[in-house]
Nanobody, 119 residues
């Protein structure tokens, strides 16, 4: 069965960096687009970034462009999100989702990893 395990979250000061990882198993990872999404306290799930199956094309929401970089290592079945210059508004639980942005609500996802940005 599909399994997605996120890690790398934590508490960081504003302006700091974190690298999230998502270990995937149970499906053909190298044939599947992958997405990062986040859910801030009291808010709905929000799309962050999507990468195609081979890792040579991606898209990100405007508010994270230039700060967040999505990548993947198909030899390790792992998805990454490098987050730099973190801001208070980036505080959320981050999820990796199997599929592209159209799968935001219905796609398989992990348990999430919490990112807290402090001032």
């Amino acid at each position: 069965q599909v399994q997605l395990v996120e890690s790398g979250g934590g508490l960081v000061q504003s302006g700091g960096s974190l690298r999230l990882s998502c270990a995937a198993s149970g499906f053909a990872f190298s044939s599947t687009a992958m997405t990062w999404a986040r859910q801030a306290p009291g808010k709905g799930l929000e799309w962050v970034s999507t990468i195609n199956n081979v890792g040579d094309s991606s898209a990100s929401r405007y508010s994270v462009k230039g700060r967040f970089t999505i990548s993947r290592d198909n030899t390790k079945n792992t998805l990454y999100l490098q987050m730099n210059d973190l801001k208070l508004e980036d505080t959320a639980v981050y999820y990796c989702i199997k599929g592209d942005s159209s799968m935001l609500s219905s796609g398989s996802r992990g348990q999430g990893t919490r990112v807290t940005v402090s001032s």
